[in-house]
């Protein structure tokens, strides 16, 4: 089992009504994931809204969750960026700050070859005595980190794992903890021998997914077929905008989102409100 954990919740950044960060709820939902199955959270990343926080804000909230961090979890850090000096600079602050580890991804937007790559996580690497988990998310960077590109990356010292959210990629790689990024590819990382997710839907069944690491096979299995409505309803459109819904729904509101991302219309709202009450998950 990795240091880091196995079920990682990607957590929400709750804002108030002026589109404030809210700390108490903050730490509220910390709290309630790591009572229900999580033993890992990512700071500060795509569900956490990390692209609209100013960079005060996202130290503030990784200074928050590494102060409160629930006994017997791992803080990680989003430090990714589309330039190497901030990515790095992020690195090193959040490893000042007590971070468990750091969350980097490949430079987005820029679309580095292959080479820019490789020096980009060298430097990155160099910023930190911590684990540093890749992100491969294609959908968002343009970029895919093949499984031979990523096998050359964990030849750097304190790149330790990745997170995998291309599906098709999916492999065991030769140097790295392997951690599904789309909750629907859970079971088959945990089936390979991967190290587990960073995930959404943890926030809503983090116990059914842990009983997905500690139970049979054959119960992983069950489980997996169960909550494949929750995976996709959560994807109906752009995360984080189908959680905050969801968790405003179950009684754990989290605000809304900071433009450019909008709140859920009303049809998406009922798709994940049908999904919800299916699972018996609404008060």
Excluded: W
Aim: hydrophobic fraction near 40%.
């Amino acid at each position: 089992m990795s240091a880091l954990g196995t079920i990682i919740t990607a957590i929400v950044t709750p804002f108030d009504d002026q589109y404030r960060v809210d700390e108490d709820a903050f730490v509220r939902e910390l709290h309630h994931c790591a009572a229900h199955g999580s033993d890992g959270f990512v700071v500060a990343g795509s569900t956490g809204e990390g692209s609209t926080l100013s960079e005060d804000e996202h130290l503030a909230l990784a200074e928050l969750a590494i102060r409160e961090k629930p006994a017997g979890t791992s803080i990680i850090v989003n430090a990714g960026a589309n330039d190497t000096r901030t990515s790095l600079h992020l690195t090193e602050r959040a490893t000042e700050l007590g971070a468990d580890g750091t969350l980097n991804v490949v430079g987005y937007y820029n679309r580095p070859n292959r080479r820019g790559i490789v020096q980009h996580y060298r430097a990155v690497a160099a910023a930190t005595d911590k684990p540093i988990v890749l992100y491969n998310i294609p959908s968002r960077t343009t970029i895919d980190m093949d499984n031979d590109l990523l096998a050359e990356l964990a030849q750097i010292e304190h790149i330790d794992a990745v997170k995998q959210a291309n599906n098709a990629n999916l492999a065991l790689v030769d140097g790295l903890d392997v951690y599904a990024g789309n909750d629907d590819i859970l079971a088959r990382t945990l089936d390979m021998g991967g190290a587990g997710g960073i995930c959404v839907a943890s926030h809503l069944v983090g116990n059914e997914l842990r009983e997905m690491v500690d139970g049979s096979p054959e119960r992983r299995a069950e489980i997996d077929e169960r909550l494949q409505p929750l995976y996709r309803v959560l994807g109906v459109t752009t995360n984080p905008i189908p959680i905050k819904a969801a968790l405003e729904l179950v009684g754990r509101p989290a605000g809304g989102l900071r433009l450019p991302m909008v709140e859920a219309d009303d049809d998406e709202r009922a798709q994940v409100r049908g999904v919800l009450a299916d699972l018996g998950l609404l008060p």
